[in-house]
T-cell receptor, first 114, second 111 residues
Framework: DSGVTQTPKHLITATGQRVTLRCSPR?????VYWYQQSLDQGLQFLIQ???????AKGNILERFSAQQFPDLHSELNLSSLELGDSALYFC?????????????FGSGTRLTVV | GQNIDQPTEMTATEGAIVQINCTYQ??????LFWYQQHAGEAPTFLSY????GLEEKGRFSSFLSRSKGYSYLLLKELQMKDSASYLC????????????FGTGTKLQVIP
């Protein structure tokens, strides 16, 4: 157990629907990051939060949004889902910015859009 | 922006040594990470380099040359369980300290 909790582990939904992925960072970590990993592709950075504030955006679609709450957990909302959104979605956390300890990743949410 | 290149796949024999290379181009550099990812699982942190030179951690070592935009991960005494993807990731020096991952090198260890 890495200390980063993601729910649900698996999600199957239909095109056009909306889903919410949840992430609880490791205790003491203020930064949360969301990544998308499609089959046989690298980790694509979506968005970063630090202590409740959005800090950086990657290639996140307008149909996707996220937020970090006062208790530091984060949610990633995916709407108007398309088949191509099927992927592993990882959340990671770190204690701050610029540390040398890397990110701690959660076990991911596997989203299948049918 | 950042551009990270790694070989797509490598094969090595159990008990041997393998070196996985990573080259990067970045407008600002503030550290390089290596992660291991088994299929369908979360990446796990292996090593971090911010200064030139070699960092050793048991069977794994990582090297960095900032002037050449080059790093390698060295795995010694390969075991079957080392079969995984190895991801090189670069952190930029901007205010957001964003980390960009390469597409990874899939290592297969054979008997």
């Amino acid at each position: 157990d890495s200390g980063v909790t993601q729910t649900p582990k698996h999600l199957i939904t239909a095109t056009g629907q909306r889903v919410t992925l949840r992430c609880s960072p490791r205790s003491g970590d203020l930064s949360v990051y969301w990544y998308q990993q499609s089959l046989d592709q690298g980790l694509q950075f979506l968005i970063q939060y630090y202590n409740g504030e959005e800090r950086a955006k990657g290639n996140i679609l307008e149909r996707f949004s996220a937020q970090q709450f006062p208790d530091l957990h984060s949610e990633l909302n995916l709407s108007s889902l398309e088949l191509g959104d099927s992927a592993l979605y990882f959340c990671a956390s770190s204690e701050g910015l610029g540390t040398g300890y890397g990110y701690t990743f959660g076990s991911g949410t596997r989203l299948t859009v049918v | 922006g950042q551009n990270i290149d790694q070989p797509t796949e490598m094969t090595a024999t159990e008990g041997a040594i393998v070196q996985i290379n990573c080259t990067y181009q970045t407008s600002g550099f503030n550290g390089l990470f290596w992660y291991q990812q088994h299929a369908g699982e979360a990446p796990t942190f292996l090593s971090y380099n911010v200064l030139d030179g070699l960092e050793e951690k048991g069977r794994f070592s990582s090297f960095l040359s900032r002037s050449k935009g080059y790093s390698y991960l060295l795995l010694k005494e390969l075991q079957m369980k080392d079969s995984a993807s190895y991801l090189c990731a670069v952190r930029d020096s901007g205010g957001y300290q964003k980390v960009t991952f390469g597409t990874g090198t899939k290592l297969q260890v054979i008997p």
